[in-house]
């Protein structure tokens, strides 16, 4: 078989064409691997070193409840992406600021009203795990479905860390 297709030029240049074709389909609509980079989602992802594989396949909310992590196109640097966890999806309630920061830190604890919204639809409401640290829907508001990305699965790298990535949060169940 390989021999028959590398006798001729043709067949050889066809199926190499074929070949970068469903590489760059599989890579781009289906499983995305890529490096989990800053202090934002810490101490979920180092700040630098972790490689993450993202599910392409649920683009724009697509199978994303809250507690996933999701890969985004960050809405304050185009073209750049981020990876945060899914606080809110459309209709759930949300903390505006930061719970227990103080009155200087933007809401939720030390005597400051803890003020909250409803997100709206088509959006999702999404948080680093390093509440201090992070930049999220918190500076920039609820994020439109559009720009997830996709869902995270797992880790790649560090080898040693390597594994699948749940959402995080158990299920309740009736007493």
């Known amino acids: 078989m390989i021999a028959h297709i590398l ?3 043709l067949r050889l240049a066809a199926s190499t064409l074929k070949i970068t074709a469903l590489t760059h389909l599989a890579f781009s609509h289906v499983l995305q691997v890529s490096p989990a980079q800053g202090p934002s989602m810490l101490p979920t992802f180092a ?3 972790d490689w993450i594989a993202a599910d392409m396949t649920c683009r724009r909310g697509r199978r994303i409840a809250v507690g996933d992590l999701v890969l985004y196109k960050i809405p304050l640097f ?3 992406n981020g990876v945060k966890r899914v606080l809110g999806m459309p209709g759930d309630y949300v903390c505006l600021g930061t719970p227990g920061a103080g009155e200087d830190g933007g809401g939720g ?3 400051s009203e803890v003020q909250m919204i409803q997100v709206p639809k088509g ?9 201090p640290a992070s930049r999220d829907s918190r500076q920039f508001g609820p994020l439109p479905l559009a720009l997830v990305q996709g869902k995270i699965i797992a880790r790649v790298l560090p080898w040693a860390e390597r594994g699948w990535m749940g959402n995080g949060l158990d299920e309740v169940r009736d007493a």
């Open 78 to 80: 185009p073209g750049q």
């Open 47 to 49: 700040v630098d070193g």
């Open 123 to 131: 959006h999702c409401w999404i948080v680093g795990d390093n509440l």
């Open 109 to 111: 604890g030390g005597g």
């Open 7 to 9: 006798s001729h030029p």
